[in-house]
């Protein structure tokens, strides 16, 4: 049967209701067949207490590498995904020893210590390039609280979402009119609450020298930033939301149900992603400071990260830590299977899950577990990206990320090079 090419911009009409359509492989003649370029997207997932390193790293490099108990976890997609070790970020000695949970999207030196302040994280640099484009530039979400890894240019948090029907509301449900405008009231009282602002500045700049109307200068920028966001913002209420055949999730209230929690927030990621409602994620798999629901496990996740070489701690630590690594593969999974233009959703993703600490027992912030899926590369297997005693940095496959993304930077945090993937090699740059 001979297929009619439709225009990707098509909207479905009647009685003054509007759907926008999904990309549809028909719709590649309207730019030019095997042309269409699909959107580049980021997933960044962080399980914060380390993965048990001795049931990770394989003893051989390369793509014939000897699967490991947690890697054979994986196996499904072994030609999918990197696994590199070596990688971590310089000066983490913090206040607290798990405050470098605030800089590993960030790698900001010396978290928590007097005077700290943290840098932009890597997704939201991405989400800046992004821009608009989607109905939000980036999402946070967190298994436990508000507490994310996602940090502005002023090094402000960006507080996650933890419940997933309220992502999902926000993302998919539409609004009663009455909600809308509301929502249309607000951006509107912004708005005007920056125009306030401006006149003020305008006021004062005439009376200051050169150097403080170079400042003034950056903020009315800021300002005309700003309010370009909040109309950008204000057209998204006048589009369609898309529709899924999916049933709202239902939030998992106990915080004992470690597995329920993470496999919600993982399930809603592809949805997100295949509807273009963002490009960049991050997500942050915490301790809930409770005993997970787990059969064999009798003790908190925090507490038996930190084993002491204890062999029965060790085997409830694997057991809780296979069921992360379980929960990650189904997500590989689900990123597998939606086809976009003959495309998997898992090409056109990078997707990055790792850890702030190599060593939680010992709060070593080195030799970080890091997995590379997706994303178009050319997947080498297992790859040693640093010496035990010196490590590459890993902002050199941050930066690698970015130029992915679409964001002409070299440079990104601590990096010294860019770490090509499928070389297992750096590119080096002038410091």
């Not at 436990?144 to 998919?172: C, D």
Request: charged letters at 20%; one cysteine or more.
């Amino acid at each position: 049967m001979m297929q009619n090419k439709i225009d990707r911009r098509q909207v479905l009409r009647a009685s003054g209701v509007a759907i926008s359509l999904p990309l549809l492989e028909c719709m590649s003649a309207a730019i030019g067949a095997g042309q269409l370029e699909l959107p580049k997207r980021m997933v960044m997932i962080c399980s914060t207490l380390g993965l048990y390193a001795p049931s990770l790293f394989p003893k051989t490099t390369g793509k014939e590498y000897g699967a490991t108990e947690y890697l054979q976890l994986l196996e499904a997609y072994r030609n999918d995904f990197t696994l590199f070790s070596g990688l971590s970020h310089p000066e983490q000695t913090g206040k607290e020893p798990h405050d470098t949970e605030m800089t590993f999207l960030s790698a900001a030196r010396n978290p928590g210590l007097g005077g700290f302040q943290n840098s932009i994280s890597i997704d939201q640099v991405a989400a800046k390039h992004i821009g608009n484009q989607t109905r939000f530039a980036s999402i946070s979400l967190s298994t436990e609280g508000r507490e994310s890894q996602s940090y502005t240019s002023n090094g402000v948090m960006i507080p996650a979402e933890n419940r997933p029907s309220a992502l999902f509301s926000k993302l998919f449900l539409t609004g009663s009119p009455k909600e809308v405008r509301r929502q249309r009231q607000r951006l509107s009282e912004g708005r005007s609450i920056l125009d306030l602002v401006g006149e003020q500045t305008k006021a004062l700049s005439r009376k200051t020298g050169i150097h403080d109307n170079r400042q003034l200068a950056e903020y009315y920028e800021a300002i005309r930033k700003a309010e370009v966001d909040l109309q950008e913002s204000e057209a998204w209420l006048d589009r369609p939301k898309p529709m899924v055949e999916v049933e709202p999730p239902q939030d998992v209230l106990d915080k004992t149900d470690l597995i329920g929690r993470t496999r919600t927030l993982f399930n809603l990621i592809p949805l997100v992603l295949s509807t273009d409602s963002s490009r960049v994620i991050s997500m942050v798999i915490q301790d809930h400071q409770a005993v997970p629901m787990i059969n064999g496990v009798s003790s908190g996740h925090h507490p038996l990260s930190h084993h002491g070489q204890d062999p029965n701690k060790i085997k409830q630590l694997k057991i809780i830590e296979r069921s992360i690594l379980e929960m990650f593969s189904e997500f590989l999974g689900a990123m597998s299977g939606p086809q976009e233009n003959g495309q998997r959703l898992l090409d056109s993703t990078s997707v990055m899950f790792g850890s702030n600490l190599g060593n939680a027992n010992a709060h070593d912030p080195t030799n970080l577990p890091i997995v590379l899926a997706g994303g178009g590369y050319k997947h080498e297997g297992y790859v040693k990206a640093g010496e035990h005693h010196k490590n590459t940095p890993l902002c050199n496959l941050y930066v690698n990320l970015l130029q992915r993304m679409g964001v002409e930077t070299d440079r990104f945090g601590t990096n010294d090079g860019v770490l090509e993937v499928g070389r297992g090699t750096d590119r080096q740059i002038d410091s």
